[in-house]
């Protein structure tokens, strides 16, 4: 059974950075398609951003796409989530997730496809 804790969620200022981590465990990382994904207050969950088991390929919702930046290390079984430039619409909590299927642009976004998901980090932007 893989196991993904998430970590570095808090509160901080508009425009201001944070870097969130999402470690695994129980399985082979490097197999997995890892994703981020967040849900505010009141609405549903919506993707953020993915990559490939290798990490060659990278994918992002649009409204993140210049300022947040996925990366993972498979050496360290985790996957981070560089957040630049925060806005009071990134508040949410954000869910890592892990797949096992081949990252394209469409699917990477769908969470069905994943089959493991962390518990969630919370996160404020204040104005």
């Known amino acids: 059974q893989v196991q993904l804790v998430e970590s570095g969620g808090g509160l901080v200022q508009a425009g201001g950075s944070l870097r969130l981590s999402c470690a695994t465990s129980?399985?082979?990382?490097?197999?997995?398609?890892m994703g981020w994904f967040r849900q505010a207050p009141g609405k549903e969950r919506e993707f953020v951003a993915g990559?490939?088991?290798?990490?060659?390929?990278?994918y992002y919702e649009d409204s993140v796409k210049d300022r947040f930046a996925i990366s993972r290390d498979n050496a360290r079984n985790t996957v981070y989530l560089q957040m630049n430039s925060l806005k009071p619409e990134d508040t949410a909590i954000y869910y890592c997730?892990?797949?096992?299927?081949?990252?394209?642009?469409?699917?990477?976004?769908?969470?069905?496809?994943?089959?493991?998901w962390g518990q969630g980090t919370h996160l404020t932007v204040s104005s």
């Open positions: 990559i490939s088991q290798s990490g060659e390929r990278t």
């Open positions: 997730a892990a797949g096992n299927f081949f990252a394209t642009p469409q699917g990477t976004g769908i969470p069905s496809r994943y089959n493991y």
């Open positions: 129980g399985g082979t990382f490097s197999v997995y398609v």
